[in-house]
C-alpha cells in the first residue's frame, strides 16, 4: 500500500519538468509533505495532458452508490496474493470492475517528490520515507482516476488511486510487501496517450529501479493525516543506503517551507536578539 506521498515542487518546476500549464491551480495549490487519503493534490490526466490540476486522493467509481476513497489499485488485480517479488504474470487490473474503464481510459500522472511505507506490520508506526537520488524529482506514479457525482447534491468529484505492484529490493529492505509504480519519464506520454494499446499500458506496470531510490526513517508522527509540518521529513535513523550528499529534509528547509524546526529556531534567536537591542535602547 502507497497512502502517504510528497509534494514539496514549486509550480514552476513542475511546469518545466512536465510541460504543463499550472494556472488552474496557481491559487489553490499548497506545498505537502504528508499527502493523505481525502487530500487534494496534483495530477495530469490523459483527458487533459497539457494541464495540471487538482483531484482528490481516493477515487470512487462512476457506478458507485456512495463515496469510495480506492487509493490504491493493485496491477495483479486478484492474481499474485501472495505477493510474490518475482511474479510476472497476468495484470488483473483489466478485469476489477473498478479499474478496468479508467486503466483502459482514464489514466493520469501523479506528481511526488518522495513517498512513505512502513514494514508490512508496523506500518506508519515505523515509517521510511523513500525518495529519488540524486535529486531527480519531481517523478510520477502511475495512476487511474474516475468521476463520481453525489446524486442528492449533484456535487461532481474526481478522485485518483496510485497503481501498485511488486516490492522491489529497496521496498522489501523497508519490509513491506508492495509498491508504487513509478513511470520512467520517458513512459509518460505513453501512459497519457488514449491510442496506447492496452498490452503497452499493462506492461508499464513494474517496480520502478531500486538503485535510484533510497530511503530513511521519519517520525511516526506522520500517522496523522492532519499533522502537515516539515518536520515530518526530517530524518531520525541511518539511510538504508550509504549516501553522502544529499537529504531532501535539507533541501525542504532551504527553501523555506513552513515552520520547520531549523526556522523555528532561527527565527527563536533573532526574538532573542531583538529583544536584547530593545532591552539596550531602553536604557
Not at 508506526?125 to 446524486?151: C, H, M, Q, V
Request: glycine fraction near 6%; aromatic fraction near 10%.
Amino acid at each position: 500500500m502507497c497512502g502517504r506521498y510528497t509534494v514539496i515542487t514549486k509550480l514552476k518546476i513542475i511546469e518545466k519538468r512536465f510541460q504543463v500549464d499550472t494556472t488552474e491551480i496557481k491559487d489553490l495549490f499548497t506545498q505537502n509533505v504528508n499527502i493523505a487519503p481525502g487530500d487534494l493534490a496534483p495530477v495530469i490526466t490523459s483527458a487533459d495532458p497539457h494541464t495540471v490540476q487538482l483531484f482528490t486522493f481516493g477515487m470512487s467509481p462512476s457506478w458507485a452508490k456512495k463515496r469510495m476513497y480506492l487509493i490504491n489499485a493493485r496491477s495483479e488485480g486478484d492474481h499474485n496474493k501472495e505477493n510474490d517479488p518475482s511474479y510476472t504474470g497476468s495484470k488483473g487490473i483489466i478485469r476489477k470492475p473498478s479499474f478496468r474503464k479508467p486503466i483502459r481510459s482514464q489514466r493520469c500522472l501523479i506528481i511526488a517528490d518522495a513517498f512513505v511505507e512502513g514494514p508490512q506490520k508496523e506500518r506508519l508506526s515505523k515509517p521510511y520515507l523513500i525518495y529519488s537520488k540524486n535529486k531527480k524529482r519531481p517523478f510520477a506514479f502511475a495512476g487511474i482516476w474516475d468521476e463520481w457525482t453525489n446524486t442528492k447534491t449533484r456535487e461532481i468529484h474526481q478522485g485518483f488511486a496510485i497503481i501498485t505492484t511488486t516490492p522491489n529490493g529497496l521496498i522489501q529492505k523497508v519490509g513491506h510487501h508492495r509498491s508504487p509504480v513509478i513511470l520512467a519519464p520517458e513512459d509518460e506520454h505513453q501512459w497519457l496517450n488514449p491510442q496506447t494499446p492496452l498490452h503497452e499500458i499493462t506492461s508499464l506496470l513494474k517496480p520502478f529501479p531500486a538503485e535510484d531510490f533510497n530511503a530513511y526513517p521519519i517520525s511516526p508522527d506522520i500517522k496523522s493525516p492532519r499533522n502537515k509540518d516539515p518536520y515530518l521529513l526530517q530524518p531520525i535513523g541511518e539511510r538504508l543506503i550509504t549516501e553522502y550528499d544529499y537529504i531532501l529534509f535539507q533541501e525542504l528547509d532551504l527553501q523555506g517551507m513552513g515552520e520547520s524546526q531549523a526556522k523555528r529556531r532561527r527565527e527563536k534567536e533573532d526574538n532573542e536578539n531583538d529583544k536584547g537591542q530593545m532591552d539596550l535602547f531602553s536604557n
